[in-house]
Every structure is written in structure tokens, then in C-alpha cells.
């Protein structure tokens, strides 16, 4: 699992834009001389990420953004129709980046991929916020269990800021 200190592994997001085009985003793009609040979610429009935890985060963009932060991101086990209506959705369209990993690639090289088999939800990424300052975390955060927000929500990246 990556940790503290640990270089961000390359790779690259699905992003659809209003036109409907779709790009491939690396990894550098996004971090690269950023600092960036990376937050990966079970899965868009579930319950507890719709409604508790990314909205932490959009709710707290100005604070965020006063403490320095450049951007922040959302990554999903999901594609990049389910992400651009998602962040549609949550009124979060250019305030945050939702980064589609559709088969879990990016999840799995940061050894924060959730098999979620059993659920019927298929292999997925762990509930995790992270900084990360030009492409190396600074922290992380990861929940114990999939289904609460106790130490990845907006409150607990900001006191680390």
C-alpha cells in the first residue's frame, strides 16, 4: 500500500468533458508541481459518497483552496459517464475532478484495492483521502470499513494542512 513519503505511481484517468469527448488524463497533469487532496471512493452515486463524503469536501473548497491546496480529486472504480453525471449531479463541475478508473488499475497500483466481490459490487478502491504535494503524499488517510467516514472526510485532510 502506498504510504507517506511515496512517489505517486504513473497512470492515467478517463475524463469526460461537456462536449462528450472523452481524454485520457496522466497522472502527471493532475500532480504534477500541485498540491492535491486525492480522494477515492467505494463508488459513485453509493450512498455514503454521495451523500457524506465527497460533499465534505465541495462544501469545503474555499478553505481548502486558502490553506493552498490546488485541487482537489475524486477517483472511483467507475467509468467516465457514471463520473461526469456524478459530478453533475453534486453540482461539483469545475470545483472538482472526478477521475473515472474504471477497472480499478489506478486502485490497484496504489495497494488500495477493495474486494467488494461479496457485496456484488465487484473489486472496487478503498475509502481514502490523501495530500499529495508535486506527485509524493504527504498524508493519507484510509477507513478501516468501506461504509463510514471517520478520518477521510474534508474536516480531518484540513486539520492536516
Request: glycine residues 12%; hydrophobic residues 45%.
Amino acid at each position: 500500500m502506498i504510504k507517506v513519503g511515496d512517489r505517486l505511481p504513473e497512470g492515467s484517468f478517463r475524463v469526460k468533458a461537456d462536449d462528450g469527448s472523452v481524454r485520457q488524463v496522466p497522472t502527471s497533469e493532475i500532480f504534477a508541481g500541485k498540491k492535491v487532496v486525492l480522494v477515492g471512493v467505494l463508488g459513485a452515486f453509493t450512498s455514503t459518497c454521495h451523500n457524506g463524503h465527497v460533499p465534505t469536501f465541495l462544501a469545503n473548497i474555499d478553505q481548502f483552496k486558502e490553506r493552498g491546496v490546488d485541487r482537489i480529486a475524486v477517483i472511483s472504480v467507475n467509468d467516465h459517464h457514471v463520473m461526469k453525471t456524478w459530478a453533475n449531479s453534486l453540482g461539483a463541475e469545475g470545483k472538482i475532478d472526478f477521475l473515472a478508473d474504471g477497472s480499478g488499475v489506478y486502485a490497484r497500483a496504489l495497494g488500495l484495492e477493495n474486494d467488494m466481490t461479496g457485496a456484488g459490487m465487484g473489486l472496487r478502491s478503498k475509502r481514502f483521502a490523501m495530500l499529495v504535494d508535486d506527485s509524493v503524499v504527504k498524508a493519507i488517510n484510509v477507513e478501516p470499513d468501506g461504509g463510514k467516514v471517520t478520518n477521510t472526510n474534508a474536516a480531518s485532510m484540513l486539520a492536516l494542512l
